[in-house]
C-alpha cells in the first residue's frame, strides 16, 4: 500500500501535548488523500459560492456567475412543458368544435387541459364538481338545463364572452335583467318591468310559478297570477313559463333553480329583480391578454359539455 506507515513511538513524531489519563496523543501528519480532498472542498465552496446565489447581502443574496435561479428553472420548466403541447394545442384551436370530441388524441388532451382550468378558474363559483353554489344564481353544469344552451358551440360562446359582464360587449343578455317589479323598486332593474305589480300582486304571480312548478300553491292566487303572467312574464319567460335561451330566461317549470324555487325565494326574485354576471374569458381589453387562451377555453369547454349535460 502507498499509505506511509503510522508511526506511533511519541520518540519518533512527538505529541501535541494532550494528555487524557496518562494516554498522550500523537503528532502524526494527516494523510496526503485526506489533506487534498480538504483543500479541494474549500476551492469547490468557494468557486460555488462565485458561480451560483450566495452570500445573504442587505437586499437579497449575491447573483452568482452563472445567472441561476430556481424561479428562473420553475419558468424553464414550464415553457418546456408549453413546447411541448405546442402541436396538440395547435391542432386543438384549429379544429372544428364538434370534432374535437371524437378524436381520441384531443380529447384526451382537452378534458385533462379542461379540468385543470376549471379547477383553477370555474370552481370557485360553479363547486369543484361543477354542481354550482345552490341560491347563489351559480348554476349546475352537470345537468341538462341550460340557461344558454347546452352544445359545445353554446359552452364555447358563454365561457368566451361571460354574462352581464361590464366589459366584454360580446357577453350574453348585456342590459337584460330579470326586472323589479315592486311598486316600490327603484334604478334600472325597476325601470326595465313593463308594469308595477303590489305586493298582493306579486303574490298571485308567486302562485302560478308555484303552481306550474308542480309545488303545492293556492289555486285562486295562481288563476289570477296566470293572466299576470301573460301580461308580463311570458315575453321573456315564454307562455307555458319554460324559458327562453336567446336571453337566458330560465325555465320555471322544472325543479332546477338558479335562486330558489319556494315561495319566500320567488317573491324576493320577482320583487326585486336579478342579473347574474359571469366574467368574459376571452375577452382582450386594450394591451392585455385575455383571461384564458383560446386553447384553454375550448379545452374547459370540452370539459364541462363531457361533464353529463352536455347537449
Ligand atoms: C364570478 C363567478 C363565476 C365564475 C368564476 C365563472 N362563472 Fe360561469 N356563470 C356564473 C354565473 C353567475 C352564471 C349564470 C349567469 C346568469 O345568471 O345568466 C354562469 C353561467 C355559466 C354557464 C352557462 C350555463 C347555462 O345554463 O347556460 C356556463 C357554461 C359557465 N358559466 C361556465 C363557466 C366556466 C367554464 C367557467 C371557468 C372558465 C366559469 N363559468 C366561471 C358565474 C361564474
Ligand atoms: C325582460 C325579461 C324578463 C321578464 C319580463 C321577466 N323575467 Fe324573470 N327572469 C329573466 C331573466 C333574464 C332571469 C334570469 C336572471 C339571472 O340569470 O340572474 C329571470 C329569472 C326569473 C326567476 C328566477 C328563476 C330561478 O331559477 O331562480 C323567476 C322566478 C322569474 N324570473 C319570474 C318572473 C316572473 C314571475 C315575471 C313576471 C312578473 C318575470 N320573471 C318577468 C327575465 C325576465
Not at 8 to 24: A, S, Y
Not at 48 to 68: E, R, S, V
Not at 117 to 130: D, L, Q
Amino acid at each position: 500500500m502507498c499509505a506511509k506507515p503510522v508511526k506511533n513511538d511519541p520518540k519518533d513524531v512527538g505529541t501535541t501535548g494532550h494528555v487524557w489519563d496518562g494516554i498522550e496523543e500523537l503528532n502524526n501528519p494527516l494523510p496526503r488523500w485526506w489533506l487534498w480532498t480538504f483543500y479541494l472542498t474549500i476551492m469547490f465552496a468557494i468557486g460555488y459560492t462565485i458561480a451560483y446565489p450566495a452570500w445573504p447581502m442587505l437586499k437579497g443574496a449575491t447573483q452568482g456567475l452563472m445567472g441561476f435561479s430556481t424561479r428562473g428553472e420553475v419558468a424553464a420548466d414550464i415553457k418546456k412543458f408549453d413546447d411541448a403541447n405546442s402541436a396538440i394545442k395547435a391542432k386543438l384551436v384549429a379544429a372544428d368544435l364538434v370534432a374535437i370530441p371524437k378524436d381520441a388524441a384531443l380529447n384526451q388532451y382537452a378534458m385533462a387541459a379542461g379540468a385543470a382550468v376549471f379547477r383553477i378558474n370555474c370552481a370557485p363559483c360553479h363547486g369543484a364538481g361543477a354542481a354550482g353554489v345552490k341560491g347563489k344564481g351559480y348554476p349546475n353544469l352537470l345537468d341538462n338545463d341550460w340557461l344558454y344552451g347546452g352544445s359545445l358551440d353554446a359552452i364555447h360562446t358563454t365561457v368566451t364572452h361571460g354574462v352581464r359582464n361590464t366589459v366584454d360587449p360580446d357577453a350574453r343578455s348585456v342590459g337584460l335583467y330579470m326586472p323589479a317589479w315592486s311598486d316600490k323598486a327603484t334604478g334600472a332593474m325597476a325601470d326595465l318591468a313593463t308594469a308595477k305589480l303590489t305586493d298582493a300582486q306579486v303574490g298571485q304571480v308567486v302562485n302560478f310559478v308555484l303552481k306550474i312548478s308542480g309545488q303545492t300553491a293556492d289555486d285562486a292566487k295562481a288563476t289570477d297570477g296566470a293572466k299576470i303572467f301573460a301580461d308580463d312574464c311570458a315575453a321573456c319567460h315564454g307562455p307555458d313559463g319554460k324559458g327562453n335561451r336567446d336571453m337566458g330566461s330560465p325555465n320555471l317549470t322544472d325543479a332546477i333553480w338558479l335562486y330558489g324555487g319556494d315561495e319566500a325565494t320567488l317573491t324576493a326574485t320577482i320583487l326585486s329583480g336579478r342579473g347574474g354576471v359571469m366574467p368574459s374569458w376571452g375577452y382582450a381589453p386594450k394591451g392585455a391578454a385575455p383571461r384564458l387562451t383560446e386553447d384553454q377555453i375550448r379545452a374547459v369547454a370540452v370539459y364541462v359539455h363531457a361533464l353529463g349535460g352536455g347537449e
